[in-house]
T-cell receptor, first 115, second 110 residues
Framework: GAGVSQSPSNKVTEKGKDVELRCDPI?????LYWYRQSLGQGLEFLIY????????KSGLPSDRFSAERTGGSVSTLTIQRTQQEDSAVYLC?????????????FGPGTRLTVL | RKEVEQDPGPFNVPEGATVAFNCTYS??????FFWYRQDCRKEPKLLMS???SGNEDGRFTAQLNRASQYISLLIRDSKLSDSATYLC???????????FGRGTSLIVHP
């Protein structure tokens, strides 16, 4: 079946602009996660959704970052007034609930470059 | 002390070699453990879960040592295609947020 998809695959933007990153999880997966990974670094947790609600937003680095999920499916991560330090690969992952919730399936990521 | 620590490597081994990585975790309440593999400029993919009794999948063996708070991954008969970064993932009981290690880089050369 189809895996997790993300769009765009690459985004180059100018400092100060807003960007929207999209994630389509695997159908039927109720849990959705956003991470970011800077070059040579580990995965940094940003936010977790269970259905449409976000029980844990603790990883969002600043109030310029926000995310929403609608219909228990597609999620959008928005970064306002982008800064150069926002440059990274933004990864989305989804998983089932129940005993398999920790088996995360990742999308290919969006590579964001802020000039 | 970081919650999950891994030797970044790189581990540079010839084809056919056996190589092992460890990953230490700081929270004794950690409940679930996994190894993910990440190829260069690709997304992480689940390699295997780590069970208390240890588990084996072909050339790969994962083990958990709760007393010393580490998990290990052993790769036998290394292939060129095993070259990747191996991420250790740990989760606390009752938490839905996993903690990823920064990964160990493996390079298998001819």
């Amino acid at each position: 079946g189809a895996g997790v998809s993300q769009s765009p695959s690459n985004k180059v933007t100018e400092k100060g602009k807003d960007v929207e990153l999209r994630c389509d999880p695997i159908s039927g997966h109720t849990a959705l996660y956003w991470y970011r990974q800077s070059l040579g670094q580990g995965l940094e947790f940003l936010i977790y959704f269970q259905g449409n609600s976000a029980p844990d937003k603790s990883g969002l680095p600043s109030d310029r970052f926000s995310a929403e999920r609608t219909g228990g499916s597609v999620s959008t991560l928005t970064i306002q007034r982008t800064q150069q330090e926002d440059s990274a690969v933004y990864l989305c992952a989804s998983s089932r609930t129940g005993t398999d919730y920790m088996l995360q399936y990742f999308g290919p990521g969006t590579r964001l470059t802020v000039l | 002390r970081k919650e999950v620590e891994q030797d970044p490597g790189p581990f540079n081994v010839p084809e056919g070699a056996t190589v092992a990585f460890n990953c230490t975790y700081s929270n004794s309440a950690s409940q679930s453990f996994f190894w993910y593999r990440q190829d260069c400029r690709k997304e992480p993919k689940l390699l295997m879960s780590v069970y208390s009794s240890g588990n084996e999948d072909g050339r790969f063996t994962a083990q958990l040592n709760r007393a010393s708070q580490y998990i290990s991954l052993l790769i036998r008969d290394s292939k060129l295609s095993d070259s990747a970064t191996y991420l250790c993932v740990v989760n606390l009981e009752g938490s839905y947020i996993p903690t990823f290690g920064r990964g160990t880089s493996l390079i298998v050369h001819p």
